[in-house]
């Protein structure tokens, strides 16, 4: 998939019922092997250069399931230029156009559009609870801070995602 930034999934939660459960670590701390697969799409596990990855022991693909799927879907559908994946010319949002405009209020209300528009044609998205969007700039660096809370279709709950866009 075609990528333009980094985009870094800083934290993932799960909502319920006024309760937060936490994943602040993305990559080591998901582990639903045992829930039940067959609400939502399976997928294999991706690194985050897009390549498989594998089990170190048996060289099996990794496999993801319900929550951490719809997590790596949402994230792939972030870094993903609009129109250019493979059999589903939808999928994505116009990253491209976002990281080449200058920054301002009114463009964060753009992004915040194309995001809204982008995550609610998610297959798995029942519906966009709240998107938040801010701009941070620093000596080093200027980044945006993408926050999002949808309703996956076939949870009980919600789910809160955090990144940071470079």
Known sequence: ??????LIVKDARILSENVQSVF???KSSFNFKN???SKLSNDIRLNWDGS????????DL???YNVEAFVQSMYFLLITQIGRYPGDNTFGWDLETIIRTPSNKQNLNWIIDQLNSSVSK???????DD???KLYSNEQTNFIKI???VKPKFFTYKIFLDYELY
């Open 52 to 59: 498989v990855d594998f089990d170190e022991n048996t060289q």
């Open 1 to 6: 998939m075609p990528r333009y930034s980094s």
């Open 35 to 37: 829930q039940d697969s």
């Open 122 to 128: 998610h297959p798995d998205v029942e519906f966009v």
């Open 24 to 26: 602040s670590d993305y």
């Open 62 to 64: 990794n496999l993801v």
């Open 147 to 149: 926050e999002i809370t």
């Open 131 to 133: 998107i938040l969007v």
